[in-house]
């Protein structure tokens, strides 16, 4: 970009560009870790035995333990402990084993070599965390959602922060202004986030969450059943309270998600801290 340009017009030019990417389908994708993309081919192939599954997560030491462990938490726990993967793999079933895959290996995706984005990207993933922990929390509730599928949405909610964050790395105007980056992340990053997990071969469900969990206005209608674009948009705001954050302070029974959850001018809070040992489980997927 040329460096004679006010601050003003080099993020107009900025965002211009991305727009011009979306377009495209330029966008600079995040790369998933290779053994989550193998394991990922091998769950979702029609002929894929539990053997093969095993093998594929068993190259990975760290998330073979961590799936064991999670396999043992309070919500699996069978009469007798997982202490192989085949037994986690089994006691989940594909699916689920999928959602966990994902949602361990993506602690990789959030990292970066340029220390001019490195804490905002350690603080992304500090917030993604979070908001993934309080959707499955919240989705608990609810039996038609599933919690891996509500822990993973909240986990990649804000994925669209990070090409732009990764475009911006070399632009001082830019990463050295977080007024200007908050902008431009404000307007672009769910598009942004649509097109990478499209580009993943994500549910469409997982999706919508990236295009419309900032969208506060969104309302399905109150016959329609609660959603994980409902969660996550709740999870997000519940994650601000106590900041001096803009959604800390949004008047709570304006946003549909949130009365849909069953937020009442009585009891405004969604409760989602009412079962201490399914908060210890779902944090510890993340330790």
């Known amino acids: 970009m040329n460096k004679r340009l006010d601050p003003k017009e080099i993020v107009d030019e900025f965002i211009s560009d991305l727009r011009q990417d979306l377009q495209n389908n330029g966008i600079q994708i995040p790369t998933l870790p290779d053994i989550s993309i193998q394991a990922l081919f091998t769950i ?90 309080l959707s499955s929390l919240l989705a608990w509730q609810y039996r038609h959602l599933d919690q891996e599928v509500a822990l993973l949405a909240g986990l990649v909610h804000d994925v669209g922060v990070i090409p732009i964050l990764n475009k911006a790395k070399n632009i001082d105007v830019i990463v050295e202004n977080e007024k200007y980056l908050d902008m431009i992340i404000a307007s672009l990053h769910m598009s942004v986030g649509r097109a990478i997990l499209k580009a993943w071969n994500f549910d469409q469900q997982m999706i919508d969450v990236a295009a419309e969990h900032d969208n506060l206005k969104r309302d399905p209608g109150d016959d329609a059943p609660i959603d994980y674009v409902d969660i996550v948009q709740a999870a997000n705001i519940e994650s601000y309270q106590s900041t001096g954050h803009r959604l800390a302070k949004v008047d709570r029974l304006s946003v549909p998600s949130l009365r849909r959850l069953g937020c009442t001018p009585e009891d405004p809070t969604l409760h989602w801290d009412a079962d201490q040992a399914v908060m210890e489980q779902v944090s510890r997927i993340f330790m």
């Open 44 to 133: 979702n192939r029609d002929d894929s035995s539990i053997d093969e599954i095993t093998a594929v997560v068993a190259r990975d030491t760290a998330m073979a333990a961590r799936l064991i462990r999670y396999a043992n938490s309070p919500i699996y726990r069978g009469l007798s402990r997982c202490t192989t993967i085949k037994s986690a793999i089994t006691r989940l079933g594909l699916e689920k084993t999928k959602n966990v895959v994902l949602t361990l290996a993506m602690r990789d995706v959030f990292n970066t070599g340029h220390r001019g984005i490195r804490s905002r990207m350690e603080a992304l993933w500090n917030h993604s965390v979070e908001v993934a922990i």
